[in-house]
């Protein structure tokens, strides 16, 4: 079955760093675009960062630039969020999803907490 798990979440201060994961089975990560989302309670869930092995290139969310780093190591069909100089506002529950068409599947979510 194919299923995406994350993890990597937890509490932190402002300031600090999480490194996020997203592992997959089922399938190979090489073949698809691999997306990080998050969504915080009473909002839309919101793209934060997505690559792509096979074409080559990164995108992140105008509010995580800069601080975020999105990464591979499609051998171990795991796709990582490396989260710096993390704020209360980036306090959600995060989500990576697989797309070649669309956004299928999508994993469970790990929950990112930022304290003042």
């Known amino acids: 079955e194919v299923q995406l798990v994350e993890s990597g979440g937890g509490l932190v201060q402002a300031g600090g760093s999480l490194r996020l994961s997203c592992a997959a089975s089922?399938?190979?990560?090489?073949?698809?675009?691999i997306g990080w989302f998050r969504q915080a309670p009473g909002k839309e869930r919101e793209g934060v960062s997505c690559i792509s092995s096979s074409e080559g290139s990164t995108y992140y969310a105008d509010s995580v630039k800069g601080r975020f780093t999105i990464s591979g190591d499609f051998a171990k069909n795991t796709v990582y969020l490396q989260m710096n100089s993390l704020k209360p506002e980036d306090t959600a529950v995060y989500y990576c999803?697989?797309?070649?068409?669309?956004?299928?599947?999508w994993g469970q979510g790990t929950q990112v907490t930022v304290s003042s």
């Open positions: 999803a697989a797309a070649r068409l669309k956004w299928v599947p």
């Open positions: 089922g399938f190979t990560f090489d073949d698809y675009t």
